[in-house]
DNA sequence: AAATAAAACGAACGGTCGTGCTATTTTTTA
DNA sequence: TAAAAAATAGCACGACCGTTCGTTTTATTT
């Protein structure tokens, strides 16, 4: 009576611990990441997680794999659906929108990328990796939409690409701070005026 | 032969103390900041650092109000010598500026937002106090630079001092990640699209 | 069902954490 | 200079940290 999953127990219950890592993670950032709060948290005991990951901070690498391939998911992969240009651009900063509004209580990658710019060792790496990859993807949909004529073809597109992820910090910041609501009034407005500022 | 100086050694061990708490916190924030390494880096035992604080909420607490005045002696005071308005608001921006390049290593205030923008608690309160008092001196000087006449009449001033606060952000972002020269260039570059667009 | 492999547990390790407490040293006051 | 007060050191506490290791449970294979 073989039930055997394809995926097998083990990355089942990896899955799980990472999941209930992230959700940590959000509140304590990577760095506030401890094994035995996670396992009391999954109701594993603190050397059955251990042993899924080998040491603390791998399993902090896990958390950030994971933290990435939720936010590409969320942000990246829907707007893939959009056509090439503005169309596919905006719609990836409405995703981000949505997910600065679901994360309004703590990204992880966030978090991470100013926690680990200052010390060097295999998380700064991560994250210096994380965040390069992203910035990229988000001048490649600003590339296309010069090369579709949607923006003028005079555009900078890594200027473009800073500015936006500035106003993603922003709304981040205030969310925080100061509730989502006007933080995301505050951010949509400026995306209007960004938006006509580099559309002429 | 009362020596006597007027400050008293309290309060001047206590200065001491901050400094090097500061300095720490800088790198690890006020949640890495731990008594017993500031304890050893300012040469002192554990408990004669705690006493002068209480308890390390306390401490952390006193690291905030510190940093806190040291941003508004290198940011906010120096540029009061200039003229009201638009040339006063450029001078804050350009001493914030040249703040984010000596604190590209870690700012404690940056860092302290992110550490406790999702958490309820003392050091929430405070952060959250420092934040919005910052925002509204740079309202302030956003609100005078309309009054001169620099700046159009219908100008939102809350809404460009979360602008230049979001551009600010992605300066710290990008200079803590990628290093400071790219991320000044593309920072400057926004401001002088900022103010273009909102001169008009 | 028996043998084998994988996974999780439980206890313990050396350390560090924040925090009390009492003693000792240093500074100030008289 | 002697007495009073303030500042610091030293030590111990319980709690939690990441990690190791041997045992026990669970799952897979024969």
Redesign the pocket.
């Known amino acids: ?5 394809v995926i ?4 089942n ?2 899955e799980t611990i990472l999941d209930h890592a992230y959700a940590l993670a959000r509140r304590d950032g990577l760095e506030g ?5 996670l ?1 009391t948290d999954v ?10 990951f ?4 791998d ?1 902090q690498l896990a958390v950030l794999d994971a933290g990435s391939h939720r936010f590409m998911a969320w942000v990246l992969l829907p707007a893939l659906k959009h056509p090439r240009g503005l169309p596919r651009l905006r719609a990836i900063v409405a995703n981000w929108f949505e997910w600065g509004r679901e994360h309004q209580s703590g990204c992880v990658l966030l978090s991470a990328a100013s926690e680990y710019d200052g010390r060097d060792g295999a998380l700064h790496d991560g994250v210096v990796q994380q965040q390069a990859g992203w910035r990229g993807e988000l001048q490649k949909a600003v590339d296309q939409a010069v090369q579709e004529g949607h923006l003028g073809a005079h555009t900078d597109a890594a200027q473009l690409a800073f500015e936006i992820y500035a106003l993603m910090l922003g709304l981040h910041h205030d969310a925080g701070l100061f509730g989502f609501d006007e933080a995301g009034r505050r951010t949509t407005a400026a995306f209007e005026r960004l938006w006509r500022s580099w559309q002429l």
């Open positions: 009576m073989t039930t055997s999953l097998g127990k083990r990355t219950t990896r990441l401890s094994i035995g709060t396992a109701g594993m005991s603190k050397s059955g997680v251990f042993a899924h080998g040491s603390r901070e399993l």
